[in-house]
Nanobody, 123 residues
Framework: QVQLAESGGGLVQTGGSLRLSCAAS????????MGWFRQAPGKEREPVAT????????YYTDSVKGRFTISRDNAKNTVYLQMNSLKPEDTAVYYC????????????????WGQGTQVTVSS
């Protein structure tokens, strides 16, 4: 059974940084594409960044390009999201997700999800 556990969320001021981590278990981590999604109150869950099995390919939604960096450590079964220059509109619950595809950007392509971690950016 695949389990994903996010950590690293919290409250930060505008312009600050946070690093999210997602520890995976119950899977051969290097055979899964991984992704970070977020969901703000009253909004749909949206992709933030995704990464291929090896980490050689990445995808970012336009609003985070140049500010966020996704990475993975297959030896530690962990995927990260480094978030810099945070803005109030980044406030959301951030979810880690896994897909059997090489890499994916569509929510329905991801079959396993974590419980989420809250990120709040104050103005």
């Amino acid at each position: 059974q695949v389990q994903l556990a996010e950590s690293g969320g919290g409250l930060v001021q505008t312009g600050g940084s946070l690093r999210l981590s997602c520890a995976a278990s119950g899977l051969i981590f290097s055979t899964y594409g991984m992704g970070w999604f977020r969901q703000a109150p009253g909004k749909e869950r949206e992709p933030v960044a995704t990464i291929s099995r090896s980490g050689s390919s990445t995808y970012y939604t336009d609003s985070v390009k140049g500010r966020f960096t996704i990475s993975r450590d297959n030896a530690k079964n962990t995927v990260y999201l480094q978030m810099n220059s945070l803005k109030p509109e980044d406030t959301a619950v951030y979810y880690c997700a896994a897909t059997r595809l090489l890499i994916a950007t569509i929510k329905t392509d991801f079959t396993s999800w974590g419980q989420g971690t809250q990120v709040t950016v104050s103005s």
